[in-house]
């Protein structure tokens, strides 16, 4: 199976501006999850969606968004991107379905810019 | 609230010395507990899971860690390193069966060295 896939892998993106990144989960699963990487704090979450929903959120500001598609790709949308906007931000799929704790895989990653 | 602590940002060990990465958890309700290991450039690799299944978890190349309760800790060990093991070591909790809400710790950077 192929795994998470995202992209772009970088962005650069000037202060104001918007930006859509994009994943692709490993087939057959209905989980996306979000996160954002960077040196100052880490690993933090952002949402996950299930079956087209947003089902968790972070505690992220209102211009952090996403959604989920019909066939589980999802998108995440920054609006008025702000330099500390700058960071990795992972993808990661899950399938709840297989029983047990089904554990996150992750996706390379899009690092984003912000000028 | 969960949380977990790594201890130690940077852990530098000679090849075919064992690896002790240490992660201490604070959670309410018996958790979930994880170990991932991310190389340059890349994203996060799943390296074990504990579940409450067994308290010795095994995982991939060479790595298992040992949920002990009296002491809330969920320490990572390799008995002896190599030099592709180099990366950095996140551990990380969740109280939900999904795992999909992950909190993690800050990271440990281990260097092998010859």
């Known amino acids: 199976k192929a795994g998470v896939t995202q992209t772009p892998r970088y962005l650069i993106k000037t202060r104001g501006q918007q930006v859509t990144l994009s994943c692709s989960p490993i087939s057959g699963h209905r989980s996306v999850s979000w996160y954002q990487q960077t040196p100052g704090q880490g690993l933090q979450f952002l949402f996950e969606?299930?079956?087209?929903?947003?089902?968790n959120k972070g505690n992220f500001p209102g211009r952090f968004s996403g959604r989920q598609f019909s066939n589980s790709r999802s998108e995440m949308n920054v609006s008025t991107l702000e330099l500390g906007d700058s960071a990795l931000y992972l993808c990661?799929?899950?399938?709840?379905?297989?029983?047990?704790?089904?554990?996150?895989?992750f996706g390379n990653g899009t690092r984003l810019t912000v000028t | 609230a969960q949380s977990v602590t790594q201890l130690g940002s940077h852990v530098s060990v000679s090849e075919g010395a064992l690896v002790l990465l240490r992660c201490n958890y604070s959670s309410s309700v018996p958790p979930y507990l994880f170990w991932y290991v991310q190389y340059p450039n890349q994203g996060l690799q799943l390296l074990l899971k504990y579940t409450s299944a067994a308290t010795l978890v095994k995982g991939i190349n060479g790595f298992e860690a040992e949920f002990k309760k009296s002491e809330t800790s969920f320490h990572l060990t390799k008995p002896s390193a190599h030099m592709s093991d180099a990366a950095e070591y996140f551990c990380a909790v969740t109280l939900t069966g999904t795992a999909s809400k992950l909190t993690f710790g800050t990271g440990t950077r281990l260097q092998v060295t010859l």
């Open positions: 990661a799929s899950s399938d709840p379905g297989q029983g047990g704790v089904s554990p996150l895989h």
């Open positions: 969606y299930f079956s087209e929903t947003q089902r």
